[in-house]
């Protein structure tokens, strides 16, 4: 399954991908007196409801270009665009991640984990976690 994010910009094309989290909260303050069970809790929701995509992805050099036409093709090459082009020194940049034709939503990346893995050359392994809605100061 085909899975992109974008900013109108930027691109790239995830590989490797087996499975998405879709995770839903509803955070919550609560409250207990001291010495009190925890069926005595009292539970406020303060906020609204939050909605978190986040999945394991490999970079490989298989000689396609994951990043937007622009002949990105080696790992190297791959892991520069992530870290200098997309992310462009800033988690703040709304992105539409399009999950094939399931799932497109548009949110922050909250976090983007590369793993160097230096005794195969052939493929590095990451984590990105994505959380919908958007960024009013996003440029």
């Keep these: ?20 989290s879709d995770s839903h909260q509803s ?14 809790t009292q539970l406020y929701n303060v906020m609204g409801l939050t909605r978190d995509f986040s999945f394991d992805f ?3 050099n298989d000689g396609t270009d994951h990043s937007n036409g622009s002949s990105k093709v080696t790992i190297d090459q791959q892991y ?5 082009t997309v992310l462009n020194g800033e988690f ?16 922050l990346i909250e976090e983007l984990t590369i793993n160097l893995t ?20 996003a440029p």
């Design 27 to 40: 955070p919550n303050v609560s409250i207990n007196g001291a010495n009190q069970g925890s069926a005595s």
């Design 118 to 137: 230096f005794n195969n050359p052939n493929f590095y392994k990451g984590t990105i976690r994505i959380k919908e809605g958007s960024n009013p100061l």
């Design 1 to 20: 399954m085909a899975i992109t994010i974008s900013n109108g910009t930027n691109t790239y094309t995830f590989s490797g991908v087996n499975n998405v």
């Design 58 to 60: 490999q970079i490989i």
């Design 80 to 84: 520069d665009y992530l870290k200098n």
């Design 92 to 107: 703040a940049t709304e992105y539409t991640l399009t999950i094939g034709s399931l799932i497109t939503v548009t949110g």
